[in-house]
């Protein structure tokens, strides 16, 4: 079955711990990315990757770091987590438009929800 | 990046039309328009894509006028399932940052 896996889905952590969400896709997508979604906010982009090795800046990417070493995975990293960074995590896939099999359509996870106290 | 701008929020009985407008003034060449429904504690689902014009699906049409400035969701014969969060999404999935704006919550009521 196609899908995105992200895990864990629910997480309760501590200021400072660190920590990894890992996203993995089997649909040998290109691109990847991570969103996180708060209320009153929709949905930000934290980052992205259009390939392996090459990760950009979305529109909130302070306090995270990603990395791209494979093609199915990309992991969001919180080095230092703080109580701001309470939410619910989203990554998502999706062909690149140069690979011919692009659609438009991005493939999301089932969320992670982190807690950070 | 292309931000849009959609109701908050809209409240339709069963069995009517429902059409959200969503307003995207800095539309790219290349942007696609593409349109998400979202349940509560799930990620986002593809609805539709367009880019000029109209498309038709199975669940949902899609109107973009002659300048692409702005898009129309339009939903017939809504039921209390289709109460969710719509997102309109301008760009080019795989390419570029793709903004997400605050979606529209649509209550549907019997």
């Known amino acids: 079955e196609a899908q995105v896996t992200q895990n864990p889905r629910y997480l309760i952590t501590v200021t400072g711990k660190k920590l990894t969400v890992t996203c993995s896709q089997n649909m040998n997508h290109e691109y990847m990315s991570w969103y996180r979604q708060d209320p009153g906010l929709g949905l930000r982009q934290i980052y992205y990757s259009m390939n392996v090795e090459v990760t950009d800046k979305g529109d909130v990417p302070e306090g995270y770091k990603v990395s791209r070493k494979e093609k199915r995975n990309f992991p969001l990293i919180l080095e230092s987590p703080s109580p701001n960074q309470t939410s619910l995590y989203f990554c998502?896939?999706?062909?690149?438009?140069?690979?011919?099999?692009?659609?438009?359509?991005?493939?999301f996870g089932e969320g992670s929800r982190l807690t950070v106290l | 990046l292309a931000k849009t701008t959609q109701p908050i929020s809209m409240d339709s009985y069963e069995g009517q039309e429902v059409n959200i407008t969503c307003s995207h003034n800095n539309i790219a060449t290349n942007d696609y328009i593409t349109w998400y429904q979202q349940f509560p504690s799930q990620g986002p689902r593809f609805i539709i894509q367009g880019y000029k014009t109209k498309v038709t699906n199975e669940v949902a049409s899609l109107f973009i006028p002659a300048d692409r400035k702005s898009s129309t969701l339009s939903l017939p014969r809504v039921s209390l399932s289709d109460t969710a969060v719509y997102y309109c999404l301008v760009g080019l999935s795989g390419n570029t940052p793709l903004v997400f704006g605050k979606g529209t919550r649509l209550s549907v009521i019997a």
């Open positions: 998502a896939s999706s062909f690149s438009p140069s690979s011919g099999k692009n659609t438009g359509e991005l493939f």
